[in-house]
C-alpha cells in the first residue's frame, strides 16, 4: 500500500493534488465530468468581501501552448461564495482552500475574517493577479509589502495561509523568503505570467485588458525553475504549478520540490485532468518502488 | 442536465460552401440535446489547447451535425475539416441553455456561421415560421434544406442573392412579422435586431458569442452585460456559455 498522503500545516490531504484558482470555478462547475471526492483539496476561485464584475470581453485568448486570460477576479463576493459555493465543497470528500483576493489590506483582512470560522481547511491569498489595476499583483511584487500583508493575513485568519506568488518580478526567493519570515504557513506558486496576443487582422489586442496572464503548458519549464529556486530558499511546504498537465508534469515538481501540486488550465481542455494526474502519480511512485510519497519531494538537488 | 465528455465517431463529412464544413459525428450527447445548444469540440494539436465551442446544427436519434467555418489555415477548425469518416473527435455536451420551441409565430434569423442552429431549431418548433439569411455574397449553405420548414428570404451584403443588404433589409422589404425573433449571428447584426424588435414589441432571444476556454460556467472568460444583477454572478455579468448562449433580447447589453 502506498502512502499518497501529504501534510502542510497541520492539514492532512489524502493525495497531493489540488485544482489552480480560477481553473476549477468553485467546484460545482465540474461536478458532472469529475469525481470531486478524489481531489486532495478544491483550491476554489478568488473570492472578495464583495462581488467583483471583472474585466470587459475578449478576457482570453490562445497563445501556442498556452492562453492568456484577464478575467479580472470577477467572483460572486465572499456572502454567496458561503451560502451557496462553500455548501456545496462541505459536501465533498476533499479538502478546500479558499482563494482570496481584494483590492486593500482591509478588504484581505475582511473575507478572511468572515470565512475564518466556516468549514475550511486553508486560505491562499492571492497576492499576484497580473489583470487588475489595484490590489492582486500590487501587493505581491516588493518585499515590504508582501511582508505587511502577509502579517495580516496572520493576525487575522484562524486557518493557515498560503501566499500565492508571481513570476512576474525579479528574484522569486526574495519574495518567498519575505512570505515566510512574515509567517506564513506555505506558498504557492507560480501565478501566471504577464503577457499579449495582438490581432493582426483586426489590428488591436486580442484581449480587451492589453495584457494578460499567460498560463498552460508552454510555462511549465520557468515555473518548474522557480519552484525549485524556492523550495531552496525557504522551509515551509510549496504548492506547485504553472502548466502541469499531466503526472510526469507533477512529478517533476515534486521532484523539484512541491510538497503538493496543482493542475490549472489543463482542466479546460481535458476536464478530468487532475484526477489522472493523481493516478499517475500513485502508478509512478508504485513502478518506482516509492512505498511513500513524501519520499520523492525534492529529491532532485 | 449532464454534460458528456465524449469520443464521437465521425459519419460522413462535406464541404457545403466556401470553407463551410458539415460533419455528422456520433455520440451519445445527441440523446439529450436541444436545439440552440453548443458542444465543445477538442483539437488533437496539443499547442491547441482550448475547445472550439460549435452550435449543434441538427441531431438524430444518436448523432450530431455540426455545420462551422474553417477560419485559416493551421487553425482548429482547419483540423477538424480533415477529419475522414471513422475517426474520432472528441467532444462535450450538451452546453448551454437553448432556443424556445413553444408554439408562435416566430422569425428565425441566421447571419453566416450564426446560421447553422436555426436548422435544428426549425425542425422543432411549432408554430408558423419564416426564416431569414444573411450571407456576403451568393455563396449560400444551408438555404435549401431550411425551405423544408418554412419560407426562406435571403440578404447578401453585395446583393448578389436576395436583398442587397442585411437581414433586417430583408425583414422589411418583404414586411415580415411574427410574434417573437429567434437570431443567431455577429454581435452588430444582433445588436440591430434588439433594437427592432424592441421597437416593434417583438419578444425576441438572441444567441450571442464570446471567446471561452472552459465551457461549462468555471472561467468567467464568456460574460456578457446583463441589464439587470444577475443571480449567479451577483454582478451585472451573465456567462454566454451556461445562462446563454440563448438570451432573451430585454436581459442583455449588446
Known amino acids: 500500500m502506498i502512502n499518497t498522503k501529504v501534510k502542510i500545516a497541520g492539514v492532512e490531504f489524502k493525495n497531493p493534488v489540488t485544482v489552480a484558482s480560477g481553473t476549477f470555478g468553485h467546484g460545482e462547475e465540474f461536478a458532472d465530468l469529475v469525481d470531486i471526492n478524489r481531489l486532495g483539496a478544491v483550491t476554489t476561485k478568488g473570492v472578495a468581501n464583495i462581488p467583483w464584475e471583472g474585466n470587459p470581453t475578449p478576457r482570453i485568448a490562445e497563445v501556442y501552448g498556452g492562453m492568456l486570460n484577464a478575467i479580472g477576479l470577477q467572483n460572486p463576493g465572499v456572502d454567496t461564495f458561503i451560502e451557496r459555493d462553500l455548501k456545496f465543497l462541505k459536501e465533498k470528500d476533499?479538502?478546500?482552500?479558499?482563494?482570496v483576493c481584494g483590492r486593500s489590506v482591509e478588504d484581505y483582512i475582511e473575507t478572511v475574517e468572515r470565512l475564518s470560522d466556516e468549514d475550511v481547511d486553508m486560505f491562499e491569498i492571492n497576492i499576484s493577479c497580473p489583470n487588475v489595476s489595484h490590489g492582486g499583483i500590487a501587493f505581491g511584487t516588493n518585499v515590504e509589502s508582501v511582508s505587511e500583508i502577509t502579517k495580516q493575513m496572520k493576525?487575522?485568519?484562524?486557518?493557515?495561509i498560503i501566499m500565492k506568488l508571481s513570476p512576474n518580478v525579479t528574484d522569486i526567493t526574495e519574495i518567498a523568503r519575505a512570505a515566510e519570515a512574515a509567517g506564513s504557513d506555505a506558498l504557492s506558486l507560480i501565478n501566471t505570467i504577464t503577457g499579449m496576443k495582438i490581432d493582426i487582422?483586426?489590428?488591436?489586442?486580442?484581449?480587451a485588458n492589453r495584457t494578460g496572464g499567460m498560463s498552460g503548458p508552454a510555462i511549465k519549464p520557468i515555473a518548474l525553475r522557480m519552484v525549485y529556486q524556492v523550495a531552496n530558499a525557504v522551509k515551509i511546504p510549496i504548492i506547485g504549478m504553472g502548466g502541469i498537465a499531466t503526472f510526469e508534469d507533477a512529478v517533476e515538481f515534486m521532484l523539484a520540490g512541491a510538497t503538493m501540486v496543482s493542475v490549472g488550465t489543463a482542466n479546460f481542455f481535458n476536464p478530468n485532468a487532475s484526477i489522472e494526474v493523481a493516478e499517475g502519480i500513485e502508478k509512478y511512485l508504485e513502478n518506482n518502488g516509492f512505498k511513500d510519497v513524501n519520499e520523492i519531494i525534492g529529491l532532485v538537488k | 442536465?449532464?454534460?458528456?465528455?465524449?469520443?464521437?465517431?465521425?459519419?460522413?463529412?462535406?464541404?457545403?460552401s466556401k470553407d463551410i464544413y458539415s460533419i455528422w459525428i456520433k455520440t451519445d450527447i445527441a440523446k439529450t440535446t436541444k436545439p440552440g445548444q453548443f458542444v465543445?469540440?477538442?483539437?488533437?494539436d496539443p499547442s491547441k489547447l482550448l475547445p472550439r465551442p460549435i452550435s449543434i446544427c441538427e441531431?438524430?436519434?444518436?448523432?450530431?451535425?455540426?455545420?462551422?467555418?474553417?477560419?485559416?489555415?493551421?487553425?482548429?477548425t482547419k483540423e477538424f475539416s480533415n477529419l475522414k469518416t471513422g475517426d474520432d473527435i472528441k467532444v462535450l455536451g450538451s452546453l448551454g441553455n437553448g432556443f424556445p420551441t413553444d408554439s408562435k409565430s416566430t422569425i428565425l434569423i441566421g447571419g453566416g456561421i450564426g446560421i447553422p442552429p436555426m436548422l435544428e431549431t426549425a425542425k422543432q418548433l411549432d408554430g408558423e415560421k419564416i426564416i431569414v439569411l444573411g450571407f456576403r455574397d451568393s455563396n449560400t449553405f444551408l438555404a435549401n434544406e431550411l425551405e423544408s420548414y418554412g419560407k426562406v428570404y435571403i440578404a447578401s451584403e453585395d446583393g448578389s442573392i436576395g436583398t442587397k443588404g442585411n437581414v433586417l433589409d430583408a425583414i422589411r422589404e418583404n414586411r415580415l412579422s411574427a410574434e417573437r425573433i429567434l437570431a443567431c449571428g455577429p454581435t452588430p447584426m444582433l445588436r440591430a435586431i434588439k433594437k427592432y424588435a424592441d421597437e416593434n414589441n417583438i419578444?425576441?432571444?438572441?444567441?450571442?458569442?464570446?471567446?471561452?476556454?472552459?465551457?461549462?460556467?468555471?472561467?468567467?472568460?464568456?460574460?456578457?452585460?446583463?441589464?439587470?444583477?444577475?443571480?449567479?454572478?451577483?454582478?451585472?455579468?451573465?456567462?454566454?456559455?451556461?445562462?446563454?448562449?440563448?438570451?432573451?433580447?430585454?436581459?442583455?447589453e449588446l
Request: some cysteine; charged content about 30%; proline content about 2%.
Open chain 1, 201 to 207: 487582422n483586426k489590428r488591436c489586442f486580442a484581449i
Open chain 1, 94 to 99: 476533499t479538502k478546500i482552500i479558499v482563494n
Open chain 2, 203 to 252: 419578444e425576441c432571444f438572441l444567441s450571442l458569442e464570446e471567446k471561452m476556454a472552459c465551457g461549462i460556467g468555471a472561467c468567467l472568460a464568456c460574460t456578457c452585460k446583463s441589464s439587470e444583477i444577475d443571480s449567479h454572478s451577483k454582478v451585472k455579468n451573465k456567462r454566454v456559455c451556461t445562462e446563454g448562449p440563448v438570451f432573451n433580447a430585454s436581459e442583455v
Open chain 2, 59 to 76: 441531431v438524430d436519434k444518436d448523432s450530431i451535425r455540426l455545420v462551422y467555418r474553417v477560419t485559416g489555415e493551421n487553425t482548429g
Open chain 2, 40 to 44: 465543445n469540440v477538442y483539437t488533437k
Open chain 1, 155 to 160: 493576525a487575522h485568519s484562524k486557518k493557515p
Open chain 2, 1 to 16: 442536465m449532464t454534460k458528456i465528455m465524449d469520443n464521437g465517431k465521425v459519419l460522413s463529412q462535406d464541404e457545403l
